[in-house]
């Protein structure tokens, strides 16, 4: 049976081609195959990036796999453009695939920095650029760009290259993003405590609905807040729901 991702493992990397990860050891195999995907059908570059956010923007915080020369993604790092560029702002009015000839990396004001990070990438980076947004199954969002083809592939060729890489960040992203958590589990009891307590139930209350003493309930929370660690109830409630426990 054909799978999208089979297309990736028909391009094997040359001993010349510069992968950059956040943690090679452990992630060389799904960095390669990323790339592969693109090399196959006919794109040089690949760059693999969390989506930038308000508290985060930087692209050097938020970069996962590259292709691109040091010089290049340096020099882009301390630009400080990465948030603000047309790859961002675009991606942000679509949910779907766009390709463009024009280099999108770059701001849409002219900045100091604009006029040599653009010679660079006119030098390592050739136009034509495939963008996707993709989220794993934790929903933490992504950019994908593939680079260095410069004509539109067929309809057909940007989906087969969408769901292969819906299955490579399905299968192998964790290896660069592990999921944040707490580093002790919580137990069954902890989060049923916390999630009565973010239901706006008191102590008493709880050990009600629960059939189990108040002193217990306390204990519970306490034990939750320690491993979120937290500094009370509701600072314990929003980082359970931010890890997803509720």
């Not at 280099?103 to 990070?117: K, M, Y």
Request: proline share 4%; aromatic share 6%; with cysteine.
């Amino acid at each position: 049976m054909f799978r999208p991702t089979d297309v990736a493992r028909r391009h094997e990397l040359g001993a010349h081609d510069e992968l950059q990860t956040n943690d090679a050891g452990s992630s060389g195999s799904f960095a390669r195959d990323l790339a592969s995907l693109g090399r196959s059908n006919g794109f040089e570059h690949c760059l693999l990036t969390r989506f930038p956010k308000a508290d985060s923007p930087e692209f050097a915080a938020n970069l996962l796999v590259a292709t691109w020369a040091d010089e290049l993604r340096l020099a882009y790092e301390h630009a400080e453009i990465f948030a603000g560029s047309l790859l961002v702002q675009r991606l942000k009015q679509t949910a779907l695939p766009i390709y463009a000839v024009e280099n999108l990396f770059l701001a849409n004001a002219a900045s100091e920095a604009r006029n040599p990070v653009s010679l660079l990438f006119d030098q390592h980076a050739p136009s034509g650029h495939l963008a996707f947004t993709l989220h794993d199954r934790h929903q933490t969002q992504y950019i994908l760009v593939f680079s260095g083809r410069p004509t539109k592939p067929a309809r057909e060729e940007i989906a087969i290259m969408l769901l292969s890489a819906m299955e490579l960040i399905d299968g192998g992203v964790e290896s660069l993003v592990p999921r944040p958590g707490p580093k002790e589990k919580l137990s069954a009891r902890e989060i049923e405590c916390l999630r009565w307590s973010a239901a706006g139930k008191s102590s008493d209350e709880i050990a009600i609905i629960l059939d189990i003493s108040s002193h217990t309930v306390v204990s519970y929370l306490k034990s939750a807040m320690r491993k979120l660690e937290a500094v009370n109830r509701m600072q314990a409630v929003a980082r359970a729901c931010r890890f997803r426990l509720l």
